[in-house]
């Protein structure tokens, strides 16, 4: 059984969807209806460790994860969330995934099978063996000569990964349905099967993640290591505060300061454009393959999208129209949780995709 599918005999009705990150976990419990699937609960515990020590992250591009105290972290959310469900859809981090865009001629899917499992050898830096190899076709296009090709999206994971988060969640006594890569997960939440193109920018705490979307599936993905906790850093360094106070400070402000607060957006501008440079960097390689289908906007996601003044500059940095991703209008939810789904929707938007996988 592939790691992206399902492990199903009779569909629950409904799951949690779980987004671990290198700084906090998010989950949402949603359920089966007739319209859209309904939010009925939702919850995030945030370490604030990772600031201050890498090794005090939940987990890191170094491809580890802590799995009793991740396990830990999982029992108190979902003890305090009351949920009354196991079954779980996970979230597998960018970080912790090799991926690729093959261009292959057209075959059938038997043959794109037996094709990746030698094309991977090329793209994966681990033995083949120690790798769960999955993927997913994305489209197609013809090249000069007017040969048409498959866009096949490539998937590998290290097969102790798996075998870690198999293992977090039935500590957890939470039932491991199916894992995902977040950028598929993202996608469902914000873009839908809409047939953009569009990028999608996930600036998480320790890295952020560039796609871009067509008609509901990635053809390009790229990650810089600039993300929230860059620009944390870059003010307690320069205003020479403890990274609390930064952090603080920079939820605050932002972007918008004026006077004396000036200084705390100019200390970020330079990481901030770093990101920037990572979406030209992603425009770019579609638009050299699909110069007839412009990339009309960003939408951002994970926390650092919170950062006020970010649309702004971001927008008059790229020239195109930037969005905060909005999750919740692919669910049903109780109204008095409106006056919070502003601020709430870059945080959950993965979990909310994993949620709804199966019930969409």
């Known amino acids: 059984m592939s790691f992206l599918q399902s492990i199903f005999g009779l569909k629950p009705a409904s799951f949690l969807g779980v987004d671990i990150g290198t700084s906090s976990i998010k989950i949402v419990e949603v359920s089966k209806a007739l ?7 939702y919850g995030i515990l945030e370490t604030y460790g990772h600031l201050e020590r890498l090794n005090n992250a939940i987990q890191t591009s170094s491809l580890k994860i802590l799995e009793n105290e991740t396990a830990e972290l999982l029992k108190t959310l979902v003890a305090e969330m009351k949920v009354k469900t196991k079954d779980v859809v996970a979230s597998l981090p960018q970080f912790l995934v090799f991926t690729t865009l093959l261009e292959l001629p057209q075959m059938t899917s038997d043959d794109i099978g037996k094709s990746i499992s030698f094309q991977a050898r090329q793209y994966i830096p681990l033995p083949i063996s120690e790798v769960s190899i999955d993927w ?22 290290p097969n102790e990964n798996i075998k870690k988060y198999k293992a977090i969640f039935k500590s957890a006594g939470l039932t491991l349905r199916a894992l995902e890569l977040e950028t598929l997960s993202l996608s469902r939440s914000l873009v839908g099967d809409g047939n953009g193109p569009v990028a999608m920018v ?4 320790r ?18 290591d600039f993300a929230a906790s860059s620009l944390t850093q870059a003010i307690a360094n320069g205003l020479n505060i403890n990274v609390r106070r930064a952090e603080t400070l920079k939820k605050q402000r932002g972007l918008l300061g004026r006077g004396g607060d ?8 330079p990481f901030l454009d770093a990101i920037i440079e990572e979406i030209r960097r992603g425009i770019k390689a579609f638009q050299e393959k699909n110069p007839e289908t412009p990339v009309g906007s960003v939408i951002l996601s994970g926390g650092g999208a919170n950062l006020l003044g ?13 969005t ?24 959950f938007s993965v979990a909310i995709g994993l949620g709804i996988r199966e019930l969409v």
Not at 136 to 157: A, T, Y
Not at 207 to 224: A, N, R
Not at 310 to 322: A, H, M, T, V
Request: charged share 20%; no cysteine.
């Open 35 to 41: 319209q859209k699937p309904q939010l009925k609960t």
């Open 136 to 157: 997913l076709k994305v489209g197609e296009r013809e090249d000069e000569n007017g040969v048409k090709k498959q866009l096949v999206f490539l998937i590998g994971v």
């Open 202 to 205: 996930d600036i998480g705490a």
């Open 207 to 224: 890295s952020t993640i560039v796609s871009v979307i067509h008609k509901g599936l990635p053809q390009h993905i790229g990650q810089s």
């Open 262 to 269: 000036y200084e705390l957006s100019t200390l970020v501008l």
């Open 310 to 322: 970010i649309e702004k500059y971001f927008s008059d940095q790229l020239g195109i129209p930037i």
């Open 324 to 347: 905060k991703g909005n999750p919740f209008f692919r669910v049903g939810y109780p109204p008095e949780i409106e006056p919070l789904v502003s601020e709430l929707s870059s945080t």
